[in-house]
């Protein structure tokens, strides 16, 4: 809505366009009748009465502006509240958010990369895509729900400002009901990993997934079917939700060695880098400087990619660990 007030007409600096516009025909007009009066100046009256007219069809156009400007405002905040107040068939959520709902519970991601014999148009993406369906938003909706209820609850009480005993029983029930829900959430989120892994997503690259989902394709998937995973991944080594075998299995060691190596590197270099430094140079200045950027550098490395249930204090002692062998590098080479 700022945006769009932003970009109105200024009433003020219209009415002062106008005013100078009306002021130079005023003064035009003044030429004019001296030129027909000679040199002698027109007398009062003919003076008053232009100005007047002047005066008018400024004031006039002024506040048809301001007028026009305020008509286009209240439309803009009309359009916006009927924004604000669509209703989705989706438990009557606003249609926008209710949207956006509807792209996270049901969507695509990149899968393995099409063969270049596959013919596809220039613009297409260069991966299949694989359908999932988020069972986090089905989650989501309910907790919608459940608030929806305790809503019209609250205001029931509200309005015949009474309470009966087995009215607060069935609250009772119903907050007991959304406390569970929200924790069932919260370890959603917990579980939260690579999609072919993330028990809460169905895949299409999972073959059970696929088995439950294929019937219902045509309604998941709306693009080309040439560009969508038609075989699940798994079909040498099925697995079922939770499992830990076969390609799922070797890619997530793969994928663990990876990282322990290049944390190892990284350990190494940001020992071996600034002892190379200050060796190097021998000079307070630079030793002082390189341990300072490095303990940063290290900080901000262990801040990145520490686990995210690990205790700060966790990176306290191994950044002030880090630190205190710099301070013995660091005063052995001076």
């Known amino acids: 809505m700022d945006s769009a007030a932003s970009g109105a007409v200024d009433p003020k600096k219209a009415c002062r366009e106008l005013f100078n516009m009306y ?32 005066e008018t069809a400024g004031t006039n156009a002024g506040s048809s502006i301001v007028q026009e400007a305020e008509a286009d405002e ?25 949207d956006e709902r ?24 260069d991966r299949y895509q694989i359908p999932l369906i988020n069972l986090c938003e089905l989650q989501r909706l309910s907790l919608y729900a459940m608030r929806q209820e305790l809503t019209a609850k609250a205001i029931k009480i509200k309005e015949d400002e009474s309470l009966s005993g087995e009215e607060a029983g069935s609250i009772k029930t119903l907050i007991s009901e959304y406390c569970n829900a929200l924790r069932d959430f919260d370890y959603m989120r917990e579980k939260d ?52 075998r076969g390609w799922a299995k070797k890619r997530e060691d793969r994928r663990g060695f990876i990282m322990r190596l290049w944390f190892g590197l990284g ?17 307070r200045n630079t030793a002082l400087v390189t341990a300072s950027v490095g303990m940063l550098l290290f900080a901000m490395f262990m801040a990145y ?7 700060p204090f966790a990176l306290v002692g191994a950044t002030a660990a880090y630190a205190a062998v710099l301070v013995v590098l660091v005063s052995t080479a001076l």
């Open 23 to 54: 002021q130079e025909s005023f003064n035009q007009m003044m030429e004019n009748l001296k030129k027909c009066h000679g040199e002698a100046a027109p007398n009062e009256e003919t003076t008053i009465a232009a100005q007047a007219v002047t």
């Open 74 to 98: 209240e439309a803009e905040k009309t359009e916006f509240m009927k924004k604000l107040e669509m209703p989705s068939a989706l438990l009557n959520l606003p249609k926008e958010i209710a």
């Open 102 to 125: 509807l792209k996270q519970l049901c969507f695509t991601r990149d899968g393995p990369k099409i063969p270049r014999d596959v013919p596809r148009a220039a613009d297409s993406n």
């Open 305 to 311: 990619y520490h686990e995210r249930d690990a205790s």
């Open 267 to 283: 350990g190494g270099l940001a020992s071996i880098a600034p002892m190379l430094i200050v060796i190097q140079h021998r000079d």
């Open 193 to 244: 990993s690579d999609a072919d892994r993330d028990p809460f997503y169905l895949t299409y690259a999972r073959w059970c997934d696929w088995s439950v989902m294929k019937p219902k394709i045509a309604s998941l998937y709306k693009g080309d079917p040439l560009y969508m995973l038609q075989v699940p991944r798994d079909t040498s080594d099925p697995e079922m939700v939770g499992d830990a």
